[in-house]
C-alpha cells in the first residue's frame, strides 16, 4: 500500500502567515494528490486535486505543488476562514494523510 | 445543487450490524462512484469504500475488508454501507463523499455510528 506522510501535525501561525503544509508518498503517484479542508462539524472540503489544480471558488491564496513524491499545500496569507485541518489523499488507493491542524498562534 | 445525506447511524452493540445510507440528489447519481470515509473521535480522515458507477467494481480498505459492503440503488439514487461485526473502533462519523475522478468533490454531513454496550 502507497503510505501518506503528512507533517507538520500541528501549525500554529497568524493572520497573514504563509504556511506551508507537505505531504510525502511512499511511492509514486504521480499527481494524483488532493488536498481537503475540514471543519469541526462541517464536511470536508476540496480545496485542490491533481496535486495543484484549484478547485473552482477555492480562494487564490491556495495553491499547491509537487516535486517528486513531495506534494506542498501553500497558504500565501493566513485568514480568520483559514484555521481548520488540512489533509492530503492520494488517488491511486485513496489513502489520506494524517491530517494538520492550523491553530491560532 | 448537489447534496448527499448520510443516514442510519445510531447507537448499537459490539457484535452487531448496521446499514447506512447516503441519499443523493442534484446530479446523475448513475453517472459517478462514490466512496465511504470515517473519522474516529479525535482521529484523522479515513477512506473505507469505493464503488465503481453502475457497481461493477468495489475496493475496500484493509481495516474493514470482509466486514462492510458497499452498494447502490441507482434506481433511489442511494448508496449504501452494510458493516458487520462492529467494535469500539469503528466508532466514527461517516461520510459519503462523490468520486470526481481525481478527487472526492462533494460530500455529505456525516452520520454518527456509536459501537457500544
Known amino acids: 500500500d502507497i503510505q501518506m506522510t503528512q507533517s507538520p501535525s500541528t501549525l500554529s501561525a497568524s493572520v497573514g502567515d504563509r504556511v506551508t503544509i507537505t505531504c510525502r508518498a511512499s511511492?509514486?503517484?504521480?499527481?494524483?494528490l488532493a488536498w481537503y479542508q475540514h471543519k469541526p462539524g462541517k464536511a470536508p472540503k476540496l480545496l485542490i486535486s491533481k496535486a495543484s489544480s484549484l478547485e473552482f471558488g477555492v480562494p487564490s491564496r491556495f495553491s499547491g505543488s509537487v516535486s517528486g513524491t513531495e506534494f506542498t499545500l501553500t497558504i500565501s496569507s493566513l485568514q480568520p476562514d483559514d484555521f481548520a485541518t488540512y489533509y492530503c489523499q492520494q488517488y491511486n488507493s485513496y489513502q489520506f494523510g494524517q491530517g494538520t491542524k492550523v491553530e491560532i498562534k | 445543487q448537489v447534496q448527499l445525506v448520510e443516514s442510519g447511524g445510531g447507537v448499537v452493540q459490539p457484535g452487531r450490524s448496521l446499514r447506512l445510507s447516503c441519499a443523493a440528489s442534484?446530479?446523475?447519481?448513475?453517472?459517478?462512484?462514490m466512496h465511504w470515509v470515517r473519522q474516529a473521535p479525535g482521529k484523522g480522515l479515513e477512506w473505507l469504500s469505493f464503488i465503481w458507477f453502475d457497481g461493477s467494481n468495489k475496493y475496500y480498505a484493509d481495516s474493514v475488508k470482509g466486514r462492510f459492503t458497499i452498494s447502490r440503488d441507482n434506481s433511489k439514487n442511494t448508496l449504501y454501507l452494510q458493516m458487520n461485526s462492529l467494535s469500539a473502533k469503528d466508532t466514527a462519523v461517516y461520510y459519503c463523499a462523490r468520486d470526481q475522478g481525481v478527487a472526492l468533490d462533494y460530500w455529505g454531513q456525516g452520520t454518527l455510528v456509536t459501537v457500544s454496550s
Open positions: 511511492q509514486s503517484v504521480s499527481n494524483w
Open positions: 442534484g446530479f446523475g447519481f448513475n453517472n459517478f462512484g
